[in-house]
């Protein structure tokens, strides 16, 4: 192991295990339980802001006070988990067809692929956010509003977010082999 990397992984251990941010980005999974059993629009999109401000904020909380070893693995969980459960109702709904549900998740596919894989062959490695990846976190909270409130942008928007998708792939996919 190189000293660089000797140092990342003090530097990971000396963090506390749990910090105050970890709640904010917890309330994202009982939030994530709640929308299937939700159908009024209004009730939807108070979730969706919930999720989206605990997402947005949870991240600048952690950054100032710094960060906690179980944020490092709740946060992409609670993101993944909220996302996914929100667009498997979407799914149900017969709104979006399987290849725009396919391109709306596709970072998310990619990033749970990337993660097992390095799992199995047990070289964890964490990337930093980058704008890519943000960009298609806020294309999937539009894609959903659009969605609850029963807006003809739905499919636009999917579109959209399946574009910028393949445009983070890429980005991460570079980032990642220099590594």
């Known amino acids: 192991m190189s000293v ?11 963090r506390p ?11 994202r999974l009982p939030l ?7 159908h009024e629009p209004w009730s939807r999109l108070t979730i969706l802001a919930l ?3 605990s997402d947005f904020i949870d991240g600048i909380w952690a950054r100032r006070i710094g960060g906690s070893r179980a944020g490092v693995v709740l946060d992409p969980i609670a993101d993944k988990a909220f996302i996914g459960t929100a667009f498997v109702v979407v799914a149900l709904s017969g709104d979006l067809s399987l290849i ?8 998310d596919i990619v990033a749970l692929l990337a ?4 799992w199995v062959l047990r070289q964890p490695t964490t990337l930093p956010a980058r704008a890519g990846g943000k960009a298609v976190t806020v ?5 959903l509003v659009a969605w609850a409130l029963s807006s ?21 996919s570079r980032v990642a082999w220099r590594r």
């Open 4 to 14: 660089q990397a000797t140092g990342r992984v003090r530097e990971r251990q000396a």
């Open 32 to 38: 994530a339980a709640i929308f299937p059993l939700v």
């Open 115 to 118: 993660f097992m894989a390095t």
């Open 139 to 143: 294309c999937q909270l539009l894609t």
């Open 100 to 107: 725009e549900m396919a391109g709306v998740l596709l970072r």
């Open 152 to 172: 003809d942008l739905v499919r636009p928007l999917a579109w959209a977010t399946a574009a910028i998708s393949v445009y983070a792939v890429a980005d991460y």
């Open 17 to 27: 295990l749990f910090k105050a941010p970890d709640l904010l980005t917890a309330i």
């Open 51 to 53: 999720a989206a401000s």
